[in-house]
């Protein structure tokens, strides 16, 4: 089965305009409490990334050897870490990471699947089996072992987990975007844009593209709780962000050691990193249902 | 699925055979890459950094890597058909021999995970598509959506402190208790049928209060994924006429879900039994870190923290080739499972 | 009237929490004969079979004054005293065979799940007797369309395969829901006919359900006209046809002894009581 949407005719969508058609989405998020509630974790958590100098009570590397350690209090909620590091803070700060890790996959992966995936459903023919072929073939890829290898071949640090894991996190946004040109190049506004002579690339980009948009976006929601998994494993192996940098996979590894006398040092980053790979996992599904009423059989 | 399949069972069939050519080469050429090309002094990587520029000069003629790459290509190829995968620095020993020693193992946890998945996870999308929208359905989704966002190291580390060190209802990390390693003959590499095949039945019970935990961790995505797609693959039949039929005959929910839809979803569900068993070979890398595993994932992380990329290549190959062949089997599992394909 | 095998009165069918009625307050009676209901697609004709036989979907909320069948409260029955009924005193024909049949099952065993669910059977006598239903049903080899899957039948065939399944235990009443209208119509008389022979020797009451009033007036009895969940006429011969609804639907239907240009579309706003929508209804 493809994952298709109902199209929105041109003229639906000129009529609402963007703003309308948030807020319209957000009245209908409004109503699956668990989305909403996603989504609201979400919101927290890109709040807490963009003003956590504000919001954190410690500096994120603000080490106090005399408070290593600490059981979660009134002072530390969540404890100390082994250089006496506050892990709420670290939480705080380490949210800047996992959300510039997932944004920056998800604005390399979405343009690049929807750009190929367009592309070959729209022109079909041999340039859609040569496209889609190549998309399966990255598609068979083990994507963790791969990103792995990559980051070990290309040095440890962030910035290689973001090329790593984008590398094969493309495949499925394609094959889905293909799927939607498939039925959008068929519809009389497209038709009618190619009557009066616009050009393929006038076509793709105006007329295709943004009626596979929503689509994008939500399979992109989806995946980045799958990312978020990715760079938080690629950090407890020691290849995503380096020491002493919060990430929160790399908290969870220098926590294994004290696991069985101070289990908040790894115990509270794991949460982290549960709390928003589900809340991109609800929100994500509560935006398939809302843009696609179909699946909510499924 | 592939819009190709149109041109009868045949033809799909080839064309899948050739796309899996082509990716089995891809990953060749990928592995090529992120081996010989990407690190940016692979010399430097083997003989260290205190080697004289004559040692320095010999280990570069050795490795090739003053070929062209086409060259370098050709070799490399020629090597892997030997078997030859080069030496790991790690161990001083031909990578083969090491993987012959790791691939079990990971081999053996992920067998065990799949079966764990599969014996929970396939029963409770069942029943929760049998009784959707109730209290049961709500909890077979809680519990998917949980498995979907839970970083499994962790998972790993908290059940491995739950279970092993506060409980102590399972075994440690490795694969058996320290007095009793090594005392079994390899055969297969697999513990839990060596100690078996030796008649060491002491060894075989401690191997399962080892293995257990890790595989029950690890098995907790893939049930994850084999829950929310059995229960939609059973409310996809629910919905059609045949079971309605089957009702209007008189049969109850028992013999509609035993006679009626599991016939239908068998080929289904192995093609998601499939695609999990290659998401475990994966999920196993870092499991086995935490459980001190010492199978492809530990191998493989090791590797990767001194860069050792002979070793952290094979690896990337084996895996890449398991997780490839399986899906492969998986979409070819409609060609021999369902009789719809059959004889037209 | 003596020997009524179904005694529907006032059956009201609701999904979800709409309050728009599929099926409005729908009455009537079948003894030892055979009666049509024909309407549109929507009428709430197909709601009315299924929800004698108690398969609707739990969405589905079903009230009857009385639901009888054969001396028993429908709507009292548990669902066990159900499939023991099903398939054994009350059966349905549905419309496509393609959909019905179970694909990947062999025709033999669909056919014997029926001996072998009410029979009390062991499974070679249930097969056995799944043959020589496959017989009465005239078809030929049957040996080789035991084995068969449905997808290797024909259409036709197909519902002769169904009907065997169905009639296999010579069940009271025979609910048969478009049992044509998805076939070849070189084939439709045949399987009409064949479902009629069946009926008839068997001694069954049949309820045939159909948007093909013409059809219906030559096998049944009677005729009960649907329009929007409500029974508007009751006919023995299409000539007494009164309702406007009945008579555009005679009219739309194409006669091969009277052939005309054009088919007639039913003008609704000549049997709409008032066209103003109703409460509920969208537009």
């Given at each position: 089965m493809q994952d298709t949407f109902p199209l929105k005719t041109p003229t639906q969508t000129?009529?609402?305009?963007?703003?309308?058609?948030?807020?319209?989405?957000?009245?209908?998020?409004?109503?699956?409490?668990?989305?909403?509630?996603?989504?609201?974790?979400?919101?927290?958590?890109?709040?807490?990334?963009?003003?956590?100098?504000?919001?954190?009570?410690?500096?994120?590397?603000?080490?106090?050897?005399?408070?290593?350690?600490?059981?979660?209090s009134a002072q530390h909620w969540l404890g100390t870490d082994e250089f006496g590091r506050d892990i709420l803070s670290r939480l705080i700060w380490g949210a800047q990471i996992t959300m510039r890790t997932v944004l920056s996959v998800s604005a390399i992966v979405?343009?690049?699947?929807l750009m190929i995936g367009i592309t070959a459903g729209y022109f079909g023919g041999r340039t859609d089996a040569i496209l889609m072929r190549f998309t399966d073939v990255v598609l068979s890829f083990p994507s963790l072992v791969l990103a792995l290898a990559f980051a070990a071949a290309l040095g440890a640090g962030l910035n290689t987990a973001i090329i790593a894991i984008s590398l094969t996190a493309w495949p499925p946004i394609a094959r889905l975007a293909r799927a939607e040109a498939l039925v959008v190049r068929n519809t009389d506004y497209v038709a009618a844009a190619r009557i009066y002579g616009a050009s393929h690339l006038r076509l793709l980009l105006l007329y295709i593209a943004p009626m596979c948009v929503p689509s994008v976006v939500v399979r992109l929601t989806l995946n980045m709780a799958t990312i978020t998994l990715t760079a938080a494993s690629l950090g407890f192996l020691g290849l995503g962000a380096q020491p002493p940098m919060p990430e929160w996979g790399a908290m969870i590894s220098a926590g294994r050691r004290f696991m069985l006398d101070q289990w908040w040092v790894a115990v509270m980053p794991g949460f982290a990193i549960l709390i928003t790979s589900l809340a991109f996992n609800v929100l994500g599904d509560a935006m398939r249902d809302i843009l696609d009423p179909r699946h909510t059989r499924g | 699925m592939s819009s190709d399949t149109l041109g009868g069972p045949a033809r799909a069939f080839a064309g899948r055979v050739l796309q899996f050519a082509i990716s089995i080469f891809a990953l060749i050429a990928v592995t090529f890459t992120i081996g010989r090309l990407l690190p940016t002094d692979p010399v430097g990587a083997i003989v260290g950094e205190l080697a004289s520029p004559e040692a320095y000069a010999a280990m570069r003629e050795r490795l090739g890597l003053d070929q062209p790459v086409i060259w370098q290509f050709v070799s490399y190829l020629r090597d892997l058909v030997h078997g030859d995968l080069g030496f790991a620095a790690m161990t001083g020993r031909p990578v083969l021999d090491d993987l012959k020693i790791a691939f079990p193992a990971t081999l053996e946890l992920a067998t065990l995970a799949i079966i764990i998945s599969f014996i929970l996870g396939v029963p409770l999308g069942l029943a929760a598509a049998f009784?959707?929208?109730?209290?049961?359905?709500?909890?077979?989704?809680?519990?998917?959506?949980?498995?979907?966002?839970?970083?499994?190291?962790?998972?790993?580390?908290?059940?491995?402190?739950?279970?092993?060190?506060?409980?102590?209802?399972?075994?440690?990390?490795?694969?058996?208790?320290?007095?009793?390693?090594?005392?079994?003959?390899?055969?297969?590499?697999?513990?839990?049928?060596?100690?078996?095949?030796?008649?060491?039945?002491?060894?075989?019970?401690?191997?399962?209060?080892?293995?257990?935990?890790?595989?029950?961790m690890l098995?907790?995505?893939?049930?994850?994924?084999?829950?929310?797609?059995?229960?939609?693959?059973?409310?996809?039949?629910?919905?059609?006429?045949?079971v309605v039929a089957a009702r209007a005959k008189g049969a109850g929910q028992a013999r509609i879900l035993m006679h009626h839809i599991l016939p239908n979803i068998t080929v289904q569900l192995v093609t998601i039994l499939a695609i999990s068993?290659?998401?475990?070979?994966?999920?196993?890398?870092?499991?086995?870190?935490?459980?001190?595993?010492?199978?492809?994932?530990?191998?493989?992380?090791?590797?990767?923290?001194?860069?050792?990329?002979?070793?952290?290549?094979?690896?990337?190959?084996?895996?890449?080739?398991m997780f490839m062949t399986l899906n492969f089997l998986s979409d070819i599992a409609y060609a021999f499972l369902d009789p719809r394909t059959g004889e037209g | 009237m003596e020997n009524q095998?179904?005694?529907?009165?006032?059956?009201?069918?609701?999904?979800?929490?709409?309050?728009?009625?599929?099926?409005?307050?729908?009455?009537?009676?079948?003894?030892?004969?055979?009666?049509?209901?024909?309407?549109?697609?929507?009428?709430?004709?197909?709601?009315?079979?299924?929800?004698?036989m108690g398969l609707l979907p739990p969405s589905a909320h079903v009230t009857a004054r009385r639901l009888h069948f054969d001396g028993l409260d429908l709507l009292d029955q548990t669902e066990r005293q159900m499939q023991s009924l099903r398939g054994n005193r009350l059966s349905l024909i549905m419309q496509d065979p393609r959909y019905s049949l179970n694909p990947v099952l062999p025709i033999g065993r669909q056919v014997a799940e029926t001996a072998l669910l009410h029979g009390n059977m062991s499974r070679k006598d249930a097969t056995q007797a799944a043959a020589a239903m496959l017989e009465r049903v005239q078809i030929r080899d049957v040996a080789r369309v035991m084995r068969a899957y449905p997808h290797q039948i024909s259409g036709g065939m197909g519902q002769r395969v169904m009907i065997a399944a169905m009639l296999l235990s010579a069940p009271r009443l025979?609910?048969?829901?478009?049992?044509?209208?998805?076939?070849?119509?070189?084939?439709?008389?045949?399987?009409?006919?064949?479902?009629?022979?069946l009926v008839t020797s068997n001694?069954?009451?049949?309820?045939?359900?159909?948007?093909?009033?013409?059809?219906?007036?030559?096998?049944?009895?009677?005729?009960?006209?649907?329009?929007?969940?409500r029974i508007v006429e009751n006919l023995t011969r299409l000539e007494e046809a009164r309702h406007p609804y009945t008579r555009s639907l005679i009219a739309a239907m194409p006669d091969a002894r009277h052939p005309v240009h054009r088919l007639r579309v039913p003008d609704r706003e000549s049997f709409e009581p008032s066209h103003t929508p109703l409460a509920g209804e969208t537009l």
């Open positions: 000129r009529m609402s305009g963007a703003g309308m058609a948030l807020r319209r989405f957000y009245s209908d998020l409004r109503r699956e409490p668990l989305g909403h509630a996603g989504f609201i974790v979400i919101m927290i958590l890109i709040l807490a990334a963009v003003f956590a100098p504000l919001l954190a009570p410690y500096p994120a590397a603000r080490q106090s050897l005399g408070e290593a350690l600490q059981s979660p979405g343009p690049v699947g | 009784n959707r929208d109730t209290w049961i359905d709500h909890i077979a989704r809680i519990i998917s959506l949980v498995g979907h966002s839970i970083p499994v190291f962790w998972f790993g580390i908290v059940g491995l402190v739950v279970f092993y060190a506060w409980l102590q209802i399972a075994g440690g990390p490795g694969r058996v208790d320290v007095f009793y390693e090594g005392l079994v003959p390899p055969v297969t590499g697999m513990i839990l049928i060596d100690s078996l095949l030796a008649g060491e039945t002491a060894i075989f019970w401690n191997a399962v209060s080892h293995i257990i935990l890790p595989a029950s098995a907790y995505a893939a049930m994850a994924y084999i829950t929310r797609m059995t229960r939609a693959f059973t409310l996809e039949q629910l919905n059609q006429d045949y068993y290659g998401g475990l070979l994966e999920g196993a890398v870092v499991t086995e870190i935490v459980f001190s595993w010492p199978g492809l994932g530990q191998y493989m992380t090791s590797a990767l923290l001194i860069g050792d990329m002979n070793a952290v290549v094979a690896c990337t190959m084996v895996i890449g080739l | 095998i179904l005694e529907v009165s006032d059956l009201n069918v609701a999904f979800g929490r709409g309050s728009v009625r599929a099926v409005d307050g729908v009455s009537f009676t079948l003894g030892a004969d055979k009666v049509g209901i024909v309407g549109e697609s929507g009428s709430g004709k197909s709601t009315v079979g299924r929800a004698i025979v609910i048969a829901d478009e049992p044509t209208s998805a076939l070849d119509v070189s084939v439709r008389g045949e399987v009409l006919s064949l479902l009629d022979e001694g069954s009451s049949l309820l045939l359900i159909s948007h093909d009033i013409r059809m219906v007036a030559s096998f049944c009895d009677r005729i009960l006209v649907m329009y929007k969940g």
